[in-house]
């Protein structure tokens, strides 16, 4: 419990942890909109991609993820890095460092999208990121990017490896070691046995483990004891 652990530190005594969940049921796909993304997109059928998404800052790695994405470009042509998330400009530093190591045109920017339509993005992507570099408590995102069976490459830092297990539904990383970074992606990409076997366990996971139904319950509990 990360979350908790720093709090301990801070002399935060009495706590107990109740991770988030989400209603699996809202992250089922529907191929129309998947396939009507992929096109207004431009995606083809034999892309593999990346999705980042999320607040588009340093912080959260997104430009640890570009330099990880320009080296497997190196080895596989036909890849895509989705970014999704609100840029605050047009010029933003990320774009403009996207153009400066000559990748801008195998990055898709996608801008906000709306959370209802999020499903579909997962369900487009081969491979979600979740790259933190400080202690993020707890990213949704990984258990979205499961309840859409979609394997993930996180972070070792922050709550991320309190539901990402590696090797098991998902890879963890250090978003600082490039080569690490890269050799997951392309671990992944390339070895579908293990691929399958992470897509299906995280799906499993997030049934058992982290359904809101489940996390209402446990909150339920606290306020009736």
Known sequence: DALREF????????????????????????????????????????????LFGGRLSNMKGAKLSIDSFIKVLEKMDNIKLLIVGNLPKKDSDLIKYAKGNGVFDKIIFTGWVDHKNMASIYHLSDIVLVPSIYL???????????????????????????VVRDQVNGLLINPFDTKQYYQAIFDLLNNSDLYTKIDKKGKDIVEKEFNI???IDEILVWYNS
């Open 213 to 215: 139904n489940k996390q």
């Open 136 to 162: 993020d408590p707890f990213p949704n995102i990984n258990l979205e990017a499961m309840a859409c069976g979609k394997s993930i490459i996180g972070t070792v830092y922050g709550g991320t490896k309190e």
């Open 7 to 50: 709090l301990l530190i801070n002399g935060i005594q009495n706590m107990v942890t109740i991770h988030n969940g989400i209603d699996i049921y809202n992250f089922k796909p529907y191929p129309d909109m998947v396939r009507e993304y992929k096109n207004n997109l431009g995606i083809k059928e034999n892309d593999k991609v990346l």
